[in-house]
């Protein structure tokens, strides 16, 4: 037996957030948990955009926050070796006449409001940003300059290193198996390493979450999905000056940005592959989705109609029915906070979701309410459904 303060299943990008954040906050006997190893779960596969564009303003407060820290990084983990990997190239997104114009007018109206640095470009200027792109059929273009790229596998590792140099105890190859729980609250976590005590548990268990409910029974509205992603190689470079590039007016809400200083990463921003649990292995890139994928960039992309596919792969979301996800205490179990269903937009709210479940842990308010983050909100039939529809954008 051993005790804790507090105990977070899950190293990801959320949990070793987290972790960082309670010690910072001063958190004394705090052990982390992973089956695995440090970022190695989804966070691994992330394309890593990082933006405050969202049509849900909750999350707009938690990208700008997570900004600021993307954009210190490593001076704020006073960490000389920490790395984001961060690529300030700033994120375009355009719309055509039709459903998704009103929506993005709405949601940079709001960013402009919150006093984000969002610009609305015209069509020549938008060329300029990215001249390997047309937008002959835009009716709207907001580009944001603090915004970009990074790498999620080197932000979990940093936060990691930087929860261990403030006294955190990291423990990968072990998996909780079960929540111990004592008069109705959390004890602590029985693991494949045996019992280990605490108060406060913390699940940053990502696609994994569903496993909450098998140890308590209360209901995780989660299901794992698989996205596809292609890194292009075209005739003309995608550079890392050149912005990240969304496109609202293509079928699958195409993502794209530089890869490897030349390539374009592409995928779709729409819903993906159902699987019927929680699998995180690499699953099939047909011929079919990639000329799917193709031809869409192709549209956007003249002259990558004749590009070459350098590289695929698959990675997995963590979906709740509204896209967003569930953030906070559950109140039918004191002592258990989860952070899970981050749909596909993770990574940019790593730093500030990793702060507010520390806070929310350790009993302090909160930088941003949770309420909107609630489980309860899926009882209470108040979604906090993003205006495009299903997809990351949320
Ligand atoms: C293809 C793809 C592209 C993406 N692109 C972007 C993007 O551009 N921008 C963005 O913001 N977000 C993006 N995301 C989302 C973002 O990467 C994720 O939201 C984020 O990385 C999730 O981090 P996590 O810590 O919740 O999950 P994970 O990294 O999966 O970590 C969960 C960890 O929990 C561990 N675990 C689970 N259960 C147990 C247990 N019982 N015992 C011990 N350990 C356990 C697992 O081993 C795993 O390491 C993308 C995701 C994918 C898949």
Same mark, same amino acid.
């Given at each position: 037996m051993s005790q804790h303060d507090v105990i977070v299943i899950g190293a990801g990008v959320i949990g070793c957030s987290v972790a960082y954040h309670l010690a910072e906050l001063g958190a004394q006997r705090v052990l982390v948990l992973d089956r +695995? !190893?440090? @970022? &190695? +779960?989804?966070s691994s596969q992330s394309s890593g955009i990082l933006r405050? $564009?969202?049509?849900v303003p909750e999350n707009v407060e938690l990208a700008r926050r997570s900004w600021q820290v993307f954009d210190r990084f490593a001076e704020l983990l006073d *960490? /000389?070796?920490?790395? &984001? @990997?961060?690529?300030?190239?700033g994120y375009l997104i355009a719309a055509p006449e039709g459903p998704k114009l009103e929506p993005l007018r709405a949601a940079i109206a709001a960013q402009q409001a919150m006093g984000i640095a969002v610009q609305r470009l015209s069509p020549a200027q938008a060329l300029e940003r990215l001249?390997?792109?047309? #937008? /002959? *059929?835009?009716a709207l273009i907001g580009f944001e300059p603090e915004a970009g790229f990074a790498d999620a596998y080197l932000v979990a590792s940093s936060f990691a290193r930087g929860a261990r140099r403030r006294g955190v105890t990291i423990l990968e @190859?072990?998996?909780?198996q079960s929540l111990l729980l004592s008069e109705g609250r959390v004890a602590g976590v029985m693991s494949s390493r045996g019992r280990f005590d605490a108060p406060t548990v913390v699940s940053? !268990?990502?696609?994994? &979450?569903t496993e909450i409910e098998r140890w308590t029974g209360i209901a995780t509205p989660v299901r794992a999905e698989r996205h596809r992603v292609l890194a292009l190689a075209g005739p003309q470079a995608y550079s890392r000056t050149m912005p990240v590039y969304k496109d609202l007016g293509s079928p699958g809400m195409l993502y794209c940005r530089s890869y490897g200083g030349t390539q374009m990463l592409v995928s779709e921003g729409t819903a993906g592959e159902a699987l019927d649990g929680p699998d995180n292995e690499p699953g099939e890139v047909s011929i079919d989705q990639v000329i799917g994928i193709g031809a869409q960039v192709a549209d956007r992309f003249?002259? #990558? *109609?004749? &590009? +070459?596919?350098?590289s695929s792969w698959t990675g997995v979301y963590d979906v709740t029915p509204d896209w967003n996800p569930v953030l906070g205490h559950l109140p039918e179990l004191p002592g258990l906070v989860v952070g899970y @269903? #981050?749909? +596909? $937009?993770g990574f940019k709210l790593s730093p500030a979701v990793g702060r507010v479940l520390a806070q929310a842990a350790l009993g302090l308010p909160t930088d941003v309410s949770l309420a909107p983050y609630a489980l309860e909100r899926f009882r209470a039939g108040r979604l906090l459904s993003g205006r495009y529809g299903s997809g990351a954008v949320s």
């Open positions: +695995g !190893q440090v @970022g &190695a +779960g989804t405050t $564009h969202y049509s *960490d /000389d070796q920490a790395s &984001a @990997g961060l690529v300030k190239c001249p390997i792109c047309r #937008f /002959d *059929d835009a @190859g072990v998996e909780a940053a !268990q990502n696609i994994w &979450a003249p002259c #990558f *109609d004749s &590009a +070459g596919l350098a @269903g #981050f749909s +596909g $937009h």
